[in-house]
């Protein structure tokens, strides 16, 4: 059993590097905005309760992709503010809030 631990602490890093990968914007969605914008983006129970629109409405897919990076990075209305991802992570989440919207 011992001899066993090396290697799932090396399943666990690889594990835990690729999830979070920037590349990996599901993921990322699901860890850190599901909970308000639902699972498909059209808002969680808690998330309506604060104001969140579907990303399938006009009033998100009529923005542009610097005013949703806008919104991730510096919040609106009762978001939060992102500003610890990466310029990068944000662009991936702006792609997968389009492909939510279509
Ligand atoms: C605590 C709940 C909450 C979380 C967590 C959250 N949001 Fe939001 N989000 C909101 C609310 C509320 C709004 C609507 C703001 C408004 O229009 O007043 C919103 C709006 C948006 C909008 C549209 C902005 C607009 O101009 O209407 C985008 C895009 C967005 N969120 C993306 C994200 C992403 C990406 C994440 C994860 C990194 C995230 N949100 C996490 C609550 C949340």
């Not at 610097?66 to 989440?93: F, H």
């Amino acid at each position: 059993m011992k001899r066993m631990s090396p290697w799932l602490l090396l399943v666990a890093f690889i594990v835990s590097v690729n999830c979070f990968a920037d590349s990996d914007s599901a993921a990322l969605f699901k860890s850190k905005c599901a909970m308000c914008h639902g699972p498909d983006g059209t808002g969680s129970t808690m998330g309506q309760k604060l104001g969140v629109k579907s990303y399938k409405s006009p009033d998100i897919k009529k923005q542009s992709d610097a005013d949703l990076k806008n919104s991730i990075t510096n919040g609106k209305g009762k978001m939060p503010a992102y500003k610890s991802l990466t310029p990068e992570q944000v662009d991936g989440l702006v792609k997968y809030v389009r492909e939510l919207g279509k």
